[in-house]
């Protein structure tokens, strides 16, 4: 694309602006933005749109290239290798992914490979889970099959985030919908919300539920910053709501019938039947 429209550049992204922003064919000192998107002009005008030429995508507003988050998990150590990619594995609900082959003997961590990451990454780019695999799976032509890799549900925890389940009331409570937000099996009490798959959108979905079921205050700041544990720990707990004592409801009794109304009914019955009477 071109035009008035095109910006400068990527901010202190220099590499990446020199490889998008191309000298402008048709105006002699203008540039064109080289999108990545795939489309064909048909004979009645109409541009039809065919996709992506690289492995671009879109994410919550944010633009990623995946090829610079593999690049980054390449980067770690204790990685032999590294793919990414965008997930929809619950209708709206997408998460970006890495799957891991690890080094022979080695070994990494979530929160280890996150600062490694957020070291080379802006935040929306640091993928929501990592799964790891003892092997990429293959097509026959010997590239990564990116269909046949699993969702991330029921993947290891590292060792160092060894699973705590929570204890409180307000802890059980606040994990269970965590877990029904996430859909995931199970939520400790050391988890951090965004580092177990949460992100911005649902995090405004605690926040709501949060105040609707437990009648608390989050901000989804709260949420980025601390864990399960220091989460619960900031609410404020819930006295039951007192008993309004009410008056007493005067007891009727039952008074048994005397014989004497019966005698009457009686008398009455009969005295139609008395000739002369």
């Given at each position: 694309i071109?035009?008035?429209g095109v910006t400068l550049g990527y901010?202190?992204?220099p590499e990446l602006?020199?490889?998008r922003f191309l000298p402008n064919p048709f105006r002699q000192g203008e540039r064109m933005y080289r999108t990545g998107d795939l489309a064909r002009w048909l004979a009645d005008g109409t541009v039809e749109y065919l996709g992506r030429n690289d492995s671009q995508v879109k994410l919550r507003g944010f633009r990623i290239e995946l090829g610079e988050?593999?690049?980054a998990l390449a980067s770690h150590p204790s990685l032999a290798q590294a793919v990414a990619l965008v997930r929809e594995d619950r209708p709206g609900d997408r998460r970006l992914v890495a799957y891991l082959v690890t080094k022979p003997g080695q070994a990494y961590t979530d929160t280890e490979l996150r600062?490694?990451?957020r070291s080379q990454l802006p935040q929306y780019m640091v993928p929501q889970h990592f799964v790891e695999l003892e092997a990429l799976p293959l097509t026959p032509n010997g590239k990564?099959?990116?269909k046949a890799l699993p969702p991330p549900a029921g993947a290891?925890?590292?060792t160092e985030d060894a699973f705590v389940a929570p204890r409180t009331e307000m802890e059980k409570q606040l994990?269970?919908?965590w877990r029904e937000v996430l859909g995931i099996a199970q939520v400790g009490v050391h988890d951090n919300f965004f580092n177990i798959g949460g992100h911005s959108l649902l995090s405004f979905q605690v926040v709501m539920r949060v105040q609707k079921e437990l009648g608390q205050v989050l901000h989804p700041r709260t949420l980025l910053l601390n864990t399960l544990e220091q989460v619960a720990s900031q609410f404020t707990p819930v006295a039951p709501a007192a008993t309004v004592p009410q008056p007493a409801t005067p007891t009727k009794i039952a008074v048994p019938e005397t014989s004497v109304p019966l005698a009457q009914r009686l008398f009455n019955k009969l005295k139609g039947k008395i000739p002369g009477r």
């Open positions: 071109g035009g008035d901010l202190h992204r602006t020199q490889e988050v593999e690049a600062k490694h990451l990564v099959d990116r290891a925890r590292p994990a269970r919908i």
